[in-house]
């Protein structure tokens, strides 16, 4: 029975060692990798959506799928403003939808707009992130509730979305 019982211990402590070898991230690795992967959720809608349809708006009322990418793009721009010291008020940074003709223009607008937002944020020192996590969450979350909106923008067009695609193995 007491070889039992060390066999059990030694085995508690050897799990509770390899647990302790996973590390959670940092606030700073869980902002920066949060916020590239809803961006590269969108950038990918963005590229893979038809170039005929970024017009489509699923009722009059609500953006179409070009306009919510745009849309997205302004909180990156805000986010990008804060990371840099700049001053930056979230709905100044919304454009123009009209000033973008076509997929072309809006998938290198918002290109952009991620490269500039993740090179801001990554610049950061990490421990800014151990005093606030604003405006950044905030900006995560915007991004994750229109990649959803837009998650039904291809449903009603019978497509499915590069995320919930199978992935090659």
Wanted: charge should be positive; aromatic fraction near 8%.
């Amino acid at each position: 029975m007491k070889a039992w019982i060390v066999r059990g211990l030694l085995l508690g402590t050897a799990i509770g060692m390899i647990a302790q070898q996973r590390q959670l991230p940092t606030p700073a690795q869980g902002i920066n990798n949060n916020l590239r992967g809803v961006n590269r959720r969108i950038l990918d809608m963005a590229k893979d959506f038809p170039a005929e349809k970024y017009d489509f708006r699923p009722t009059k009322e609500v953006r179409s799928f070009g306009e919510v990418i745009l849309h997205v793009m302004a909180g990156n721009t805000y986010a990008a403003k804060i990371a840099r010291g700049q001053t930056a008020d979230w709905d100044k940074e919304e454009v123009d939808p009209k000033a973008y003709k076509g997929k072309d223009q809006i998938v290198a607008a918002f290109q952009k707009s991620v490269d500039d937002v993740t090179a801001a944020v990554q610049a950061l020192p990490p421990e800014q992130f151990n005093k606030t996590l604003a405006p950044y969450l905030s900006v995560i979350e915007h991004g994750g509730e229109h990649y959803g909106q837009l998650v039904v923008y291809y449903r009603l067009n019978g497509m499915v979305p590069p995320a919930s695609r199978p992935q090659p193995k």
